[in-house]
Each structure stands twice: as C-alpha cells, then as structure tokens.
C-alpha cells in the first residue's frame, strides 16, 4: 500500500514547522558577525514567499524560534500577523513571487505593517546551496540595513482599472487568436479570402464568413456581401471564394466563430467596468502650461474635435469616449504627443495612474520603463552593455507608439527615421520610445506643450550638427572649411 504523503495543511497542524536539516541550518545562522552597516530597519521580519507555505525570519532574541513556516490559507496569514505583532516587528519585506504575495500583503497591510514588496532580481541570495530558511534571513538581513528597494504599486483607486484593462487586453489577444483560427480553417478549405481582403474580421470578411456558417456556397453571391471601400473587385473575391467545403473544416470555422462571438462579449462586459471605474476617478486640475519656445510658424499640434456621435473607433478601443475621459482625469490632453495615441495613455493611467510624482526625473521614469541604457561601469570605463529582459507594459506601450511613427510627416518621424537609418530598427525603437515617455512625463508633470516644427525643422537641425562636426574635425587637423561657389 501505498504511502500517504502528507499535504502542507496537515504537517503545520501537527506543528512540524521545520525538518532536522533546516534545523541545523538555522542553528548556524546567516552570519554571526557584524558586517558595519548602518541598521536601518531595526524591527524588520523577511517572508520568503511560497506557494503552499510562507517562511518567515524575525531578528534573533525576538523569540525562542525566530524562523516559522506558515501556511497560506487566510487563518494562517492572521496568525502569521498576531505572531509578527508579538515579536515587536514594523517592517516587512518579501519578493514579488506570482501572484502568491498578494494575500500576504493586504493582510499584513491590514494590520498596521509597513510592507515592503521588492524585485527577486535585486535580492539574490550569496552563491552556495539555497533554501527557503536562508532565503528569508537573507531577505531579513538585506532589509535591516535598508538595502532593497520597493517596487512600484498604484495606488489603490487604480488597481481596479488596471485589472480590467490588463483583462480586456487578454480577450483582445484571445479574438485575434480565433480570427487566425478561421483563416486556417478556410484554407484548408482553399478559400483565398485572406488574400482578396486585409482584415477578415472587418465587415466584408465577417459577413462572407457567416452566410458561409448560413450555407451560402455561391460565390457570385458571397462576393456582393462586400463593403464598398474594400479595394479588391468582384470578379477576384469570386475567385477567391471558389473551394471545397469540407463538412470538419467548416464545423471547425463554426466553433472559431462562436469563440470570437464569445470574447467579444467579454470585451463589451470589460468596457463597461472600465467606463465605470474612469467615471469614479476624480479629475484633474489642468496642468499650467509655460510659454513654449517656438520657431516663427510654428503651433502646438491639435486634432480637431468631432462630436463624440461622430469619432470613429480605431482598431480595438472602447465604444465610449474614453479620450474625453482621459483629458479629464490627467489634466492634459497627451495625444498631442505624434505616436502616442488613446490606448496608449490608457494603458499607462491603468499601470500607474495620473500621478508620476513616485519619479523624481524623467531618468528614473523612463529607466522604470526599461527604456534606458544598462551600462557596466569598471573604472571609470563603460565595459559592457547588458539588456534586462524584463517585460513592462508601459514601456512596450511607448515602444509601439514609435514604430508608428515610421511614415509620419512630423518631426518626431524624422527623428525615429534618422535613429533608425544610424542605430538599426531595434535600437531605433527603444531611442524613440524612450524619448516619447520623456515628453510624455513633461507634459504630465511641467505641462510643457510639445510644439512640432515639421520634418524640414528637424533636417535643418541634422544639418547643422553634421557641419559643426566636420568643423571640429577641421581644426583638430590644422585645416579650415572653405565652402564652394
């Protein structure tokens, strides 16, 4: 027969809190000597979090066992709390673990802690073996002399908003999934619609999709199904809709169809709760604007304001008017900015809010970002460039805003094209982004208004650089520049 193995619940109800060899290892301890730091932090605890248990250091001499496990069902996490309130403790710090921290922390935060959420990647334990005991005493001992820093966490009238916005988002990925599953499923068919039309899930593409699903088979009659704007004629949509209707390949574009159906709803369900969070959101005080200091003909860039019956709906945005939401809770209008469009500020007021001030200059806002340089400095000498691979919505955010601007007349398009002819595409959009989530912070916090002074602006500036270049070039050689006739 076989053994039972007994499940976290049940080994902490038994009180078999730790096993012999981390026993021992807590009986060694981390280090016994003074490292000479300046204690920051002296009534700190560490939790290393985990899925089925949470390991929790508080400084020796606070109790006869400084090192518990507790559980994570919720009566556990309040015992964890009486515990820590027992041993004296203010401060607590853990790593971002999942989504397993999240119920430690509100709990903890209920009871009075000040609660320290800090990056796995800048708390790494010292080389050699690694357990759950060491990892929280390390965590202990980094906190007490305040060398971790926290992570950034909105506010908490925004995490609704972020949740249903990052929601939205995965639906919008799950439908264009199904739009893909279709296509697949009138190949196999060989019905070259994808090739007649751009988008089969804009009105001409649906439309022929579903009087397939109906059991139209006329081609002749699929084709006047079409939109008047889309550019293929009739006589190549007929073409295109000539196949063999295979009973599994339509039964398989009939279930991407009801699944498009579906996240549908769920995108309409999501709008809702988004338009009702934004409406809760309190507005924002217009953000003086100074004097921006423009070349003669130049204005600020505004796009005409149609009545909000009349605004089109871009790609997947909101059926509401989500930008007049925005102007009002941020105080400035940000799609003034060439590239930044509407969702892309609503992806950042749903990540940080309106409030940037958790960032003192805009070389802390766009380094958040993963938007600046990592540069190994040995020396005084820059011996490597490394690049985090870290994921941030924000800043994937600006990134897709400057890849739009590769065929923009703007300024700031010749600026993106002129860095991607020099550093290549993708150091080009990283360059861009960064510098459009810079005049984003300025606008945000200074209200300085960008003005765009055209693509001849910007060569005339390239210009002048260049020639200043091939100045100094000059003289360093003894030489002078004499221009032609």
Not at 144 to 173: M, N
Not at 201 to 229: F, N, Y
């Amino acid at each position: 027969m076989a053994k039972h193995r007994e499940s976290t619940f049940e080994r902490l109800q038994k009180g078999q809190s730790l096993n012999r060899h981390q026993k021992r290892e807590l009986a060694e301890r981390l280090n016994s000597a003074d490292p000479g730091f300046e204690v920051v932090n002296r009534h700190a605890a560490g939790i290393d979090i985990g899925n089925e248990s949470h390991y929790v250091a508080v400084p020796v001499g606070r109790d006869a066992q400084p090192v518990r496990e507790f559980g994570s069902w919720t009566a556990d996490l309040e015992r964890m709390a009486q515990w820590l309130k027992a041993c004296g403790i203010e401060s607590v710090v853990m790593q971002s673990t999942g989504v397993y921290w999240m119920a430690v922390y509100e709990i903890l935060q209920s009871h009075g802690f000040q609660v320290h959420l800090v990056d796995a990647r800048g708390s790494k334990n010292l080389p050699g073996r690694k357990s759950d005991v060491q990892e929280c005493q390390w965590l202990l001992r980094l906190h007490t002399y305040g060398l971790l820093r926290s992570c950034f966490l909105p506010p908490e009238s925004i995490r609704p908003l972020r949740t249903a916005w990052r929601l939205r988002d995965q639906h919008v990925k799950e439908a264009g999934r199904c739009v893909q599953h279709m296509q697949r499923a009138l190949t196999e068919m060989n019905v070259q619609l994808h090739n007649a039309i751009s988008d089969l899930s804009g009105v001409t593409g649906q439309a022929i999709v579903r009087a397939l699903l109906a059991g139209e088979r006329d081609p002749v009659r699929l084709a006047a199904l079409r939109d008047r704007r889309i550019q293929a004629s009739s006589e190549e949509l007929v073409h295109s809709l000539r196949g063999n209707w295979k009973e599994e390949a339509l039964f398989e574009l009939q279930q991407a169809v009801e699944a498009y159906d579906f996240y549908g709803q769920q995108i309409a369900q999501c709008d809702g709760r988004l338009q009702q969070y934004l409406a809760a959101l309190p507005s924002r005080e217009s953000v003086p604007q100074p004097p921006a200091d423009a070349a003669p003909g130049s204005r600020p860039a505004r796009k005409r304001r149609l009545p909000s019956k009349l605004v089109k709906r871009k790609g997947n945005e909101p059926p509401f008017d989500i930008e007049s939401e925005q102007r009002r809770i941020l105080g400035v209008d940000a799609t003034t900015i060439d590239g930044i469009e509407v969702m892309t500020v609503q992806t950042v007021l749903a990540e940080v809010g309106p409030d940037l001030s958790a960032w003192k200059t805009e070389r802390h806002w766009s380094s958040w970002l993963n938007l600046a340089p990592k540069r190994d400095v040995s020396g005084g000498r820059v011996i490597r460039h490394t690049r985090e691979h870290r994921t941030n919505r924000v800043g994937n955010a600006f990134r897709m805003g400057a890849q739009s601007l590769l065929r923009s007349h703007s300024y700031l398009g010749a600026r993106f094209r002129y860095l991607r002819a020099k550093l290549g595409a993708i150091k080009a959009v990283k360059a861009m982004a960064r510098v459009l989530a810079c005049l984003f912070y300025r606008l945000l916090t200074q209200g300085q208004t960008w003005v765009d002074r055209g693509t001849a602006e910007f060569e005339l500036r390239r210009q002048q650089r260049e020639f200043a270049a091939l100045r100094r070039k000059a003289q360093d050689f003894g030489m002078k520049l004499v221009p032609t006739a």
